[in-house]
């Protein structure tokens, strides 16, 4: 008796960590579903289908009374209660803010991965503790989002029903009177219903173990294990942890909106478990032997000897019993372990993996690996009309017993077929002896070598049916209760699982189709930016051009009359003054009037200075001709076909144009223009458009100076420089090198200086359309290179690379 109570309560032990390792697991599978990450990243829309997946979950589970997320501010988002068995979702007017539940603040203020237990206690519904009384857990753990950020929290509340019933179980058959208390001596489960839950109602919080057995609490609460026997029975015990490192737990509150008041660390949250057998039922049965060997002795006086025999196979009989119900509970906790490692796996894989046939090569493999069978299968199953065909989707076996993918012997017996759809399950403990199996298909069973299965369906929201199948090929198999629980358990798993990989699929393609929407939607954008860009730039350059023209065109007429005359004054002046001077030499006396107007005017002077004046404004002229014919230059409207030129002088019209920005002019800074100019061959291409290249990369270049010296004053002693520098590449190309020592750039800004409307100028200095321009038109007009070199404080360099001939490339 001592033995079996030691063995009973290190089991219980087992089955209460099992099923605190199940709950946890299927926390963390509900913490780490896609929607509810989706819903973080800001798709709202999929809190309907966050909330299907946990009443689906709720639905197959039936462990849960509620299922929630809620975020940082303890509001619920979804919410699936249980029901009566009944789950269903809570609509969203109905949902309410738990900010003040003291397992709200505890899990809030996890890290991620940790795991939040609250003492098993009963649950409180406005103030008071629900009747009937509803014991409960609550597991919650925190949820982050993408970037790390902590967004809420994911809470499942235990029906501790569920526990406290697989506790009981394993204690039917057995003399003792199973007990579990909690670290301060209150029956969670007690012999009387009136002795549980003290702590809980004030009028009984002075109701402990310790007070009705304070011998026994004193070295129960002293140490982990051990038995010892007292007037009131034979007491045996030992300690549960059922927390891991990771996970933690708090005092609780025993009301409903007050604050836990201290945190727990995983081994000090922990359960005293005693059974006692009353002294008795030792006096019972030591009366009950002592008058059954007195009758014996005075009734069989003479069948000594057949008595000593009943004795002897009594107590064989006791002693088998006894081994026999030892193997029983070992099986029984052997299966139970089984079991949750089973799931564990299986949920550890739904996480880990939403790939369908990852999940359903790993659910047969375990079944078939822990149950130790000859082979298990998972079928579809297809109805086409009056039809029923299975294929075989994945297997796991021994070597030699592999069947074909594709194909399933059960789809030959119709009865078999039937059974399974109808009554979504089917055990056949021997195929040869079943009475529900007709001859023909006991022989053709027989023939492929199946001599027993149990077969389930698994149904999945979709409408698919799958048919998770194992088998016993040698020898007939009693399929016990034991193993049927556990393959229904893993079926529940795995139709969770099939679900989940489906709608991840659905998801995976509805994102797929957005994406590439998005992508041709973004092209469309770009090229109608291009296009709109083009159009603007086309439509200013055009302007320019026409004003330059015109001006040109009005300044040429009357410079060139100016400049035609020039000469004939010359002649006409020169030919005065000889006048003038062979008048003095003449042997003339001048009248008092003309000698004092010759003295008045200074005529040595005017005879001097005259010629130089003409001088100077035919220089002038020449200069007005020049600057004319670089606007002529820079305008090129007649040239809308590629034409071969003079690439230096597109560069030096695009500085005339600018020279009224180099020269100093406070509070700007003179800027040195240094020319590098290569021997260039002509180069064919359209010159009014790389004169617009040109002048946008000057006219950036200004502007990155005098940027530079409104930032930094004395960065660059106020003075500076943009060197310009061509040379004949190769060949074919030839380069040109604009350089200037401003502001420059930063990683994130050169990558995105050649996209359209992206400017880094204040509001009316820039249109972000120059470069864009600038590129398509080096890029796609002249399939040339533009590349740009630069560092934040350091300058700034555009490299344009041109072939010289676009005919022949």
Same mark, same amino acid.
């Given at each position: #008796?001592?033995?079996?109570?030691?063995?009973?309560?290190? #089991?219980?032990?087992?089955?209460?960590?099992?099923? +605190?390792?199940?709950?946890?697991?299927?926390?963390? /599978?509900?913490?780490?579903?896609?929607?509810?990450?989706?819903?973080?990243?800001?798709?709202?829309?999929?809190?309907?289908?966050?909330?299907?997946?946990?009443?689906?979950?709720?639905?197959?589970?039936?462990?849960?009374?509620?299922?929630?997320?809620?975020?940082?501010?303890?509001?619920?988002?979804?919410?699936?209660?249980?029901?009566?068995?009944?789950?269903?979702?809570?609509?969203?007017?109905?949902?309410?803010?738990?900010?003040?539940?003291?397992?709200?603040?505890?899990?809030?203020?996890?890290?991620?991965?940790?795991?939040?237990?609250?003492?098993?206690?009963?649950?409180?519904?406005?103030?008071?503790?629900?009747?009937?009384?509803?014991?409960?857990?609550?597991?919650?753990?925190?949820?982050?989002?993408?970037?790390?950020?902590?967004?809420?929290?994911?809470?499942?509340?235990?029906?501790?029903?569920?526990?406290?019933?697989? !506790?009981?179980?394993?204690?039917?058959?057995?003399?003792?009177?199973?007990?579990?208390?909690?670290?301060?001596?209150?029956?969670?489960?007690?012999?009387?219903?009136?002795?549980?839950?003290? !702590?809980?109602?004030?009028?009984?919080?002075?109701?402990?173990?310790?007070?009705?057995?304070?011998?026994?609490?004193?070295?129960?609460?002293?140490?982990?294990?051990?038995?010892?026997?007292?007037?009131?029975?034979?007491?045996?015990?030992?300690? /549960?942890?059922?927390?891991?490192?990771?996970?933690?737990?708090?005092?609780?509150?025993?009301?409903?909106?007050?604050?836990?008041?201290?945190?727990?660390?995983?081994?000090?949250?922990?359960?005293?478990?005693?059974?006692?057998?009353?002294?008795?039922? +030792?006096?019972?049965?030591?009366?009950?032997?002592?008058?059954?060997?007195?009758?014996?002795?005075?009734?069989?006086?003479?069948?000594?000897?057949?008595?000593?025999?009943?004795?002897?196979?009594?107590?064989?009989?006791?002693? #088998?019993?006894?081994?026999?119900?030892?193997?029983?509970?070992?099986?029984?906790?052997?299966?139970?372990?089984?079991?949750?490692?089973?799931?564990? &796996?299986?949920?550890?894989?739904?996480?880990?993996?939403?790939?369908?046939?990852?999940?359903?090569?790993?659910?047969?493999?375990?079944?078939?690996?822990?149950?130790?069978?000859?082979? &298990? =299968?998972?079928?579809?199953?297809?109805?086409?009309?009056?039809?029923?065909?299975?294929?075989?989707?994945?297997?796991? &076996?021994?070597?030699?017993?592999?069947?074909?993918?594709?194909?399933?012997?059960?789809?030959?017996?119709? #009865?078999?077929? =039937?059974?399974?759809?109808?009554?979504?399950?089917?055990?056949?403990?021997?195929? *040869?002896?079943?009475?529900?199996?007709?001859?023909?298909?006991?022989?053709?069973?027989?023939?492929?070598?199946?001599?027993? *299965?149990?077969?389930?369906?698994?149904?999945?929201?979709?409408?698919?049916?799958?048919?998770?199948?194992?088998?016993?090929?040698?020898?007939?198999?009693?399929?016990?209760?034991?193993?049927?629980?556990?393959?229904? $358990?893993?079926?529940?798993?795995?139709?969770?699982?099939?679900?989940?990989?489906?709608?991840?699929?659905?998801?995976?393609?509805?994102?797929?189709?957005?994406?590439?929407?998005?992508?041709?939607?973004?092209?469309?954008?770009?090229?109608?930016?291009?296009?709109?860009?083009?159009?603007?730039?086309?439509?200013?350059?055009?302007?320019?051009?026409?004003?330059?023209?015109?001006?040109?065109?009005?300044?040429?007429?009357?410079?060139?009359?100016?400049?035609?005359?020039?000469?004939?004054?010359?002649?006409? /002046?020169?030919?005065?003054?000889?006048?003038?001077?062979?008048?003095?030499?003449?042997?003339?006396?001048?009248?008092?009037?003309?000698?004092?107007?010759?003295?008045?005017?200074?005529?040595?002077?005017?005879?001097?200075?005259?010629?130089?004046?003409?001088?100077?404004?035919?220089?002038?002229?020449?200069?007005?001709?020049?600057?004319?014919?670089?606007?002529?230059?820079?305008?090129?409207?007649?040239?809308?076909?590629?034409?071969?030129?003079?690439?230096?002088?597109?560069?030096?019209?695009?500085?005339?144009?600018?020279?009224?920005?180099?020269?100093?002019?406070?509070?700007?800074?003179?800027?040195?223009?240094?020319?590098?100019?290569?021997?260039?061959?002509?180069?064919?291409?359209?010159?009014?458009?790389?004169?617009?290249?040109?002048?946008?990369?000057?006219?950036?270049?200004?502007?990155?100076?005098?940027?530079?010296?409104?930032?930094?004053?004395?960065?660059?002693?106020?003075?500076?420089?943009?060197?310009?520098?061509?040379?004949?590449?190769?060949?074919?190309?030839?380069?040109?090198?604009?350089?200037?020592?401003?502001?420059?750039?930063?990683?994130?800004?050169?990558?995105?200086? !050649?996209?359209?409307?992206?400017?880094?100028?204040?509001?009316?200095?820039?249109?972000?359309? $120059?470069?864009?321009?600038?590129?398509?038109?080096?890029?796609?007009?002249?399939?040339?290179?533009?590349? &740009?070199?630069?560092?934040?404080?350091?300058?700034?360099?555009?490299?344009?690379?041109?072939?010289?001939?676009?005919?022949?490339?």
């Amino acid at each position: #008796m001592k033995t079996s109570e030691i063995r009973k309560v290190k #089991m219980q032990a087992r089955v209460i960590v099992g099923n +605190f390792n199940l709950v946890v697991s299927d926390l963390m /599978v509900l913490s780490e579903q896609i929607e509810l990450q989706e819903i973080l990243a800001g798709a709202n829309e999929q809190t309907s289908t966050l909330a299907e997946e946990f009443l689906s979950f709720s639905q197959h589970k039936k462990l849960y009374d509620q299922i929630r997320f809620l975020d940082t501010t303890g509001k619920e988002i979804v919410r699936v209660n249980f029901n009566s068995d009944c789950p269903n979702i809570v609509p969203k007017e109905q949902l309410q803010v738990q900010l003040k539940r003291y397992w709200f603040y505890d899990t809030l203020g996890l890290n991620k991965g940790e795991v939040f237990i609250s003492p098993l206690d009963l649950n409180i519904e406005r103030g008071e503790v629900e009747q009937p009384i509803k014991p409960m857990i609550r597991f919650g753990t925190p949820i982050f989002d993408n970037r790390g950020q902590k967004r809420g929290i994911v809470i499942l509340n235990y029906f501790g029903k569920k526990l406290l019933d697989s !506790f009981v179980q394993v204690s039917f058959g057995t003399p003792g009177q199973s007990m579990l208390l909690n670290a301060d001596g209150y029956w969670l489960k007690g012999a009387k219903k009136s002795d549980e839950w003290g !702590f809980m109602f004030p009028n009984r919080q002075n109701y402990t173990f310790g007070k009705v057995f304070p011998d026994v609490w004193r070295q129960v609460s002293q140490s982990e294990s051990g038995q010892l026997q007292t007037p009131e029975g034979l007491f045996t015990y030992t300690t /549960v942890y059922p927390l891991v490192e990771g996970q933690k737990s708090s005092t609780g509150s025993g009301q409903a909106f007050t604050p836990s008041k201290n945190q727990i660390a995983h081994r000090s949250y922990y359960w005293k478990i005693v059974s006692q057998v009353p002294a008795e039922a +030792f006096e019972l049965s030591s009366n009950g032997l002592f008058i059954e060997l007195l009758y014996l002795y005075i009734g069989l006086v003479g069948s000594t000897g057949i008595g000593s025999w009943i004795l002897a196979k009594a107590s064989v009989n006791r002693q #088998m019993t006894e081994i026999e119900l030892s193997k029983s509970q070992a099986r029984l906790l052997e299966l139970a372990e089984r079991e949750n490692l089973l799931k564990r &796996c299986l949920s550890s894989h739904i996480r880990n993996s939403l790939e369908l046939n990852t999940i359903l090569s790993t659910a047969v493999a375990e079944v078939y690996k822990l149950l130790q069978i000859d082979r &298990c =299968q998972f079928l579809w199953c297809y109805i086409e009309d009056e039809s029923i065909r299975f294929e075989l989707s994945h297997e796991a &076996c021994r070597e030699d017993f592999l069947t074909p993918l594709g194909s399933s012997p059960i789809e030959k017996v119709e #009865m078999l077929s =039937q059974a399974i759809i109808q009554e979504k399950f089917l055990q056949l403990d021997n195929v *040869l002896t079943d009475a529900r199996l007709d001859s023909v298909s006991r022989d053709f069973l027989l023939s492929v070598g199946l001599a027993s *299965l149990v077969a389930v369906a698994i149904y999945t929201h979709s409408n698919r049916l799958g048919i998770l199948v194992c088998q016993q090929t040698k020898d007939a198999h009693i399929w016990s209760d034991n193993e049927v629980e556990l393959i229904l $358990g893993v079926a529940d798993q795995l139709a969770i699982a099939i679900d989940q990989a489906e709608l991840y699929n659905q998801s995976r393609a509805a994102t797929d189709v957005a994406t590439i929407q998005a992508e041709k939607l973004q092209k469309a954008l770009l090229q109608l930016q291009q296009t709109q860009a083009h159009l603007i730039q086309t439509e200013k350059m055009s302007s320019l051009g026409q004003l330059v023209a015109g001006i040109a065109h009005e300044i040429n007429n009357p410079v060139n009359f100016i400049y035609g005359n020039l000469n004939h004054i010359k002649q006409d /002046v020169q030919q005065l003054l000889e006048l003038i001077e062979l008048y003095q030499t003449a042997d003339v006396t001048p009248t008092p009037k003309l000698q004092a107007y010759l003295e008045n005017i200074d005529l040595d002077f005017i005879t001097e200075d005259l010629p130089k004046m003409i001088a100077s404004m035919k220089m002038g002229s020449e200069r007005i001709r020049q600057i004319v014919l670089s606007l002529r230059n820079f305008s090129r409207l007649e040239e809308a076909e590629m034409k071969s030129v003079n690439i230096h002088e597109g560069i030096e019209s695009s500085l005339l144009i600018l020279q009224h920005r180099l020269k100093e002019k406070s509070p700007k800074i003179e800027i040195e223009i240094i020319k590098e100019y290569g021997n260039l061959p002509k180069v064919e291409c359209y010159p009014g458009q790389l004169n617009q290249v040109f002048m946008n990369l000057l006219n950036n270049a200004i502007d990155a100076i005098e940027t530079l010296l409104v930032m930094l004053p004395s960065s660059i002693n106020n003075q500076g420089k943009i060197a310009i520098e061509t040379e004949i590449y190769d060949s074919k190309n030839i380069s040109v090198k604009i350089k200037d020592n401003g502001v420059g750039m930063n990683e994130e800004v050169k990558k995105r200086i !050649f996209d359209p409307f992206f400017t880094t100028k204040p509001v009316g200095k820039g249109t972000g359309l $120059g470069l864009s321009i600038s590129y398509q038109i080096i890029t796609e007009k002249h399939r040339g290179t533009i590349e &740009c070199l630069s560092e934040q404080g350091k300058g700034t360099e555009f490299w344009i690379k041109l072939p010289v001939q676009q005919s022949g490339s």
